[in-house]
Structure formats: structure tokens, C-alpha cells
């Protein structure tokens, strides 16, 4: 019997993560506005009941789907950051690359991310979710200057934010200088 519960378990959170990356294909294609049970549903390939039994609210999917980003993402830069250690630094090439990546191919997905994260300031439901982010980072990087890490990670966001309004995406190579300059020693 045991076995069989846990069966149905881990069936019911891939079906729960399937819904959640459904979710961000939908934002990726159709902005938040365009996310519901049924649409998300279609995407996902499930009937409508399954989203509504994982997800009750369209909060609650927004919510999971912000989290999971956050999860993602810190992830990354976890990955990143401890590549660096362990070459003793984080090197401006590093973190223009990345930069690069998410405006180039995973650009359709850092915008999905920018809109479920600027969606937290109407909603103040969702900016614990929002928030996560940052205190993940924060807590995994424990800089000796929180003023500094904060001012690198709002200038991150402010070339992401400037990057997914140009018409081409800026490549490594352009981002390093800006980079540099957030990175150097204060």
C-alpha cells in the first residue's frame, strides 16, 4: 500500500511541475493576462481538473510558477558562483555570458519571468514569491557588503530589463564592459 501511495505521489508532483512549465510557456507566449485554467490546461496536454486540483486559484498557479523560477534561477547563479570559488573569482565573462544567454535564446523566458515578477507589485499576494529570489541569492552568497550585492544585482536587472526592449539582444562581448564596472572592487 505504501509503495502504491508513493507511486501516486510522485506521479501527482511531475503532473504539478508539468503544469508549472505550462504555465511559463503560456506567459512566454501570451503574457500573464493570458494564463487560465483552461488555457494553461491545453498547453500542459491535461484536463482542466487536473490544474484546478494542483492549482485551486490562478494565485496559487502564479505563486508556484514564481517560486519555481526563483528555484531556477538561483540554481544558476549558484552554479555560477561556485564555479567562480572555486577558480577564486567571479569573472565579468561569466556573468555577461549569462546575461547573453537570457536575452538571447532564453529570451522568451526571462521576459516570462520579468512579468510574473513585476505582476508582485499589483498584486501583494505574489511578492513573497517575488521576493524569494533575492533572498535565496542573498543567503547562498553571503557577501561581507549586502549594499554591494544589491547594487550589482539591481544593475543586473536593470541591463536584463534594457536588453529585452532592444531590438537585437546584446551579446557577451557588449555586456562585459557594464559588467566589469558592477564587479569591480569598491
Do not use: N
Not at 10 to 37: P, Y
Not at 72 to 78: I, R
Amino acid at each position: 500500500m505504501k509503495g502504491q501511495r508513493d507511486g501516486r505521489k510522485v506521479r501527482g508532483d511531475r503532473r504539478r511541475q508539468e503544469i508549472i512549465e505550462a504555465t511559463l510557456r503560456v506567459i512566454e507566449r501570451d503574457g500573464v493576462a493570458g494564463v487560465t485554467h483552461r488555457t494553461v490546461a491545453a498547453e500542459a496536454e491535461v484536463p482542466t481538473t487536473s490544474t484546478t486540483y494542483h492549482f485551486s486559484s490562478l494565485d496559487d498557479l502564479l505563486i508556484a510558477t514564481l517560486i519555481s523560477c526563483a528555484k531556477d534561477m538561483a540554481s544558476e547563479v549558484y552554479w555560477m558562483i561556485d564555479r567562480a570559488r572555486s577558480r577564486g573569482s567571479l569573472g565579468a565573462d561569466e556573468v555577461a555570458a549569462l546575461l547573453a544567454e537570457a536575452l538571447g535564446p532564453q529570451r522568451g523566458r526571462t521576459m516570462a519571468e520579468y512579468e510574473l515578477y513585476l505582476l508582485a507589485a499589483r498584486r501583494p499576494e505574489l511578492r513573497p514569491a517575488a521576493r524569494r529570489w533575492l533572498d535565496v541569492l542573498t543567503s547562498m552568497v553571503r557577501p561581507d557588503d549586502l549594499v554591494a550585492l544589491r547594487a550589482f544585482l539591481a544593475g543586473i536587472d536593470g541591463l536584463l530589463i534594457q536588453g529585452l526592449i532592444d531590438d537585437e539582444p546584446p551579446t557577451a562581448e557588449e555586456l562585459r564592459p557594464v559588467v566589469e564596472y558592477l564587479l569591480r572592487p569598491r
